[in-house]
């Protein structure tokens, strides 16, 4: 039985996951979960949010330790939330078997213009320095994340803010440390699986296929879903990594895909061929 621990992205809180666990749970139903949030978020809104990846690895190794969930860990990350992973697979790889990565963007493989969509640039900066109605800031975040027309957790989404809302400051420490991570060069000791999205509207799909082809790991990307691809494709999520798991724990071989080649959901042939062609085209 393996721990898996859960890291969401900037400004989320482990309530975000939604139903995403139990269909973790159902597809791998011997795991183990663990959820964490990052200092800032969550039921730690009241702590100060750290401005350094590597710090926040600190802390949630500090949160396991005082709840006696001992390494090693399964890591599964989204967003910030991967770069902590990343970082952790560093800094304490002897803690880390393995890791799921969704969803990030990691300098210095990925431009800045392809880490965080320019047409986000704006709304982003109003969201954090000026703010909103909740309302309209959670359906906002939830356009920018989401393709499936998830409206129903609105409500949800708007409770979890009424009870530990993020400061803004802190908001701003959390996206100054993804600003400033740098990942490293060398690929990663353990085993990898990376997922991206086709239709992830803030972060370029691009910036997974930089990262497989840096560490040469596993990857596949989903055509239709968004930057929140637990919420847009959870089951597909959930299955993708028990298949690869299951390779894992029977000691088969690894294949690695070709750098221009993608591993996608079943849909329309078209629009599978089109993803193909254009991450082909713009991996050169």
Known sequence: ?????????????????????????????????????LAGNGRLN???????VEDMVADCRLQL????????????????????????AQLQPQEVAAQVLINTSLRPFSPFYQRLRPANYGPLLRLLLFGAAPQNSERAILHMTSRGGHETVLSSWLALRHTHPV????????????????APADPPRMPTL?????????????????????WACNYHI????????????????AQQVREWLSGLTQNRPSVVVPPCRTSVLPASERLAGTI???SCFKSG
């Open 167 to 182: 400061a803004r400051l802190n908001a701003l420490r959390q996206l100054l440390a993804a600003v400033r991570y740098a």
């Open 46 to 52: 009241h702590q100060r949010s750290a401005s350094r």
């Open 276 to 278: 193909l062609r254009q």
């Open 222 to 237: 989903h055509p239709d879903a968004g930057h929140d691809l637990a919420l847009d494709a959870g089951p597909w999520l």
């Open 194 to 214: 990376l997922f991206g999205s086709a239709q992830d509207q803030l972060v370029s799909v691009q910036c997974t296929l930089a990262l497989a082809r840096q």
């Open 65 to 88: 330790a005082l709840r006696h969930i001992a390494p090693p860990y399964h890591l599964l990350a989204m967003s910030l939330g991967a770069m902590v992973a990343v970082a952790w």
């Open 1 to 37: 039985m393996a721990t898996w621990i859960f890291l969401r992205g900037l400004t989320r809180e482990s309530r975000h996951w939604g139903e995403f666990v139990d269909q973790f749970q159902q597809a791998l139903p011997y795991q183990t979960v663990v959820t964490l949030d």
